[in-house]
């Protein structure tokens, strides 16, 4: 079977297993050559969402930089069936694990629900099969718009709005290749609740709290989680809107967990990403203008940065600078992204960017190239006119 690309708006339908193995193996070759003189760096690692994007990334540097660590993926994929042929997530794991295999590192997948307590069982159960009986190192990074409500099984469900007014933005269609004008109307006070129930800090907590429990975090573990600020360009769809407000809850789940933790000397971090493309980032409206103007900027000053050049930076670099923190104590990878120079630039493109000339004045190609390679598409190293035989791809197994 020949596979080709299936974009409907902002979503891809379809995946591609070389690709998706192409885009492991480039990520893996970019942790490879990291260096640390760090003498603490995690050797037993679960990550929570470590299918695709920062969650991913965070897998490969850790696993294949010098930290060399054993991992536990945790990541709500599909594999191929009579359907379709699955996500790219799915293959991404398949991919992780047989590289880490010939590295002789221990790499399990637990596939399922991580909100859900039958995959808390399966995780601490793999903690104390495969990695001796605790971790070193917490990743946090899921990102989805629905969690079910334990107690009931309702989903909670987060909506992507502004808070207060109504906000007109422009959105990607990668399907069209349009720019299209969208307003959003402000959330109303249940939006607001549910988008901070899916992604504020509750469910951290709430591992970390298991985890706790069971006795599986080794003394003086460290756990993670991902944020985002941005600009004052993006506030009112996302610092300032339900997002930001879920984020905000997220950084005070910090002090939660640091108490949690202190009986074990374990540290909670925030670390506040850059904006990039991923499976999540592109569905926020208003968001797009704004990553098409930071690539064409951040790539002139050869600044760019992809999900794995930030997590080698984080790991191997800022995490080891105590005193490299902010006011709030929070880890700042988007450091680059908000320097002074690189704003302005990025404000002067916005100013003139329109629908009709956004391929031309923003980084349309290159948002579109990563958006595609998350999918395992547009990888110049694969031959996409090779036949993929399915009944193979049926026999790996994450
Ligand atoms: P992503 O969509 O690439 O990855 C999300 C991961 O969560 C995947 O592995 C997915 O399988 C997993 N997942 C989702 N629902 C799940 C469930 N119910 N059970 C188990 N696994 C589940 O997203 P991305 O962008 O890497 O986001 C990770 C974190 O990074 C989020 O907290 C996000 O807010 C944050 N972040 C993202 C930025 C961006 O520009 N993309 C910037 C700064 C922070
Ligand atoms: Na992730």
Not at 106 to 122: K, L, M, P, Y
Not at 124 to 130: G, L, P, V
Not at 215 to 233: D, F, M, Q, W
């Amino acid at each position: 079977m020949i596979i080709q690309p299936q974009i409907q708006g902002v979503v891809a339908r379809s995946c591609h297993p070389f690709g998706c193995q192409a885009a492991v193996s480039e990520q893996i070759a970019k942790s490879q050559t990291q260096q640390s003189s760090s003498d603490a760096l995690p050797k037993r690692v679960l990550i929570l969402g470590a299918s695709s994007g920062f969650g991913l990334a965070s897998r490969i540097a850790l696993a294949f930089g010098p930290a060399k660590a054993d991992t536990i993926g945790v990541s709500f994929e599909r594999g191929v069936s009579d359907k379709g042929i699955g996500s790219a997530g799915w293959y991404n794991n398949i991919f992780f694990h047989q590289a880490a295999e010939q590295d002789e590192l221990v790499s399990t997948n637990i596939v399922g629900d991580a909100f859900s307590s039958e995959i808390r069982e399966q995780v601490a159960k793999a903690i104390e099969q495969d990695l001796g009986g605790q971790v070193d190192l917490v990743v946090y990074s899921l990102a989805t718009g629905i969690r079910p409500n334990p107690e009931t099984g309702e989903f909670w469900r987060s909506a992507i709005r502004p808070v207060g007014e109504s906000v007109e933005g422009y959105s990607v269609n990668f399907e069209k290749n349009s720019l299209d004008k969208v307003s959003l109307p402000p959330a109303t006070e249940q939006e607001i609740d549910e988008t901070i129930k899916v992604m504020g800090g509750e469910d951290w907590l709430s591992w970390m709290q298991f985890l706790t429990e069971r006795n599986l975090l080794a003394k003086g573990c460290e756990t993670v989680a991902y944020s985002y600020i941005g600009p004052e360009h993006t506030h009112a769809i996302y610092h300032k809107g339900t997002l930001g407000l879920a984020k905000t809850h997220l950084h005070h789940t910090r002090d939660d967990i640091n108490t949690l933790l202190e009986s074990i000397k374990g540290n909670a971090n925030i670390a506040v990403c850059k904006a990039l493309v991923t499976k999540a980032s592109v569905f926020i409206p208003g968001l797009t203008p704004y990553l098409l103007a930071l690539y064409r900027v951040m790539k002139d000053k050869g600044l760019h940065e992809g999900c794995i050049e930030q997590m080698n930076r984080l790991f191997y670099g800022k995490w080891h600078d105590a005193a490299d923190r902010d006011a709030e104590g929070l880890i700042r990878i988007d450091d680059w992204e908000l320097r002074a120079d690189i704003q302005l630039e990025v404000n002067a493109l916005l100013a003139e960017m329109t629908s009709e000339n956004f391929d031309n004045i923003g980084d349309y190609q290159g948002v579109l190239g990563e958006f595609l390679q998350l999918n395992g598409f547009a990888f110049p190293s694969v031959d996409y006119n090779q036949d993929v035989d399915i009944e193979a791809l049926k026999a790996l197994h994450p």
